[in-house]
């Protein structure tokens, strides 16, 4: 099992910036990359960004230019800066763990809140 912890999000004003913070935790070795997802009411859960453990990244293309995925290793910890926010940006993001095993996103975060509002 992977236990994962996000933490920083918050409210902000369009423009601003926000960075996330997910920690894992449990049987590292079994997953192979880390994402954040969000969803919004009445929406699907989207993939915002990706990262492998070899530091391969893909982002949803509403966010390039403005988010980054970032890993730290040592900490077991993935990072998402997000700059240019913007209302649409509004959401619940969860961080999400791909197992070896399936090659499926089988651990999820409990979510954290970005809202963008003046």
């Known amino acids: 099992q992977v236990q994962l912890v996000e933490s920083g999000g918050g409210l902000v004003q369009p423009g601003g910036s926000l960075r996330l913070s997910c920690a894992a935790s449990?049987?590292?070795?079994?997953?192979?990359?880390m994402a954040w997802y969000r969803q919004v009411p009445g929406k699907q859960r989207e993939l915002v960004a990706a990262i492998t453990m070899g530091g391969s990244t893909n982002y949803v293309d509403s966010v390039k230019g403005r988010f980054t995925i970032s890993r730290d290793n040592a900490k077991n910890t993935v990072y998402l800066q997000m700059n240019s926010l913007i209302p649409e940006d509004t959401a619940v993001y969860y961080c999400?763990?791909?197992?070896?095993?399936?090659?499926?996103?089988?651990?999820w975060g409990q979510g954290t809140q970005v809202t963008v509002s003046s």
């Open positions: 999400a763990a791909r197992r070896v095993m399936t090659g499926l996103y089988d651990y």
């Open positions: 449990g049987r590292i070795e079994s997953i192979n990359a």
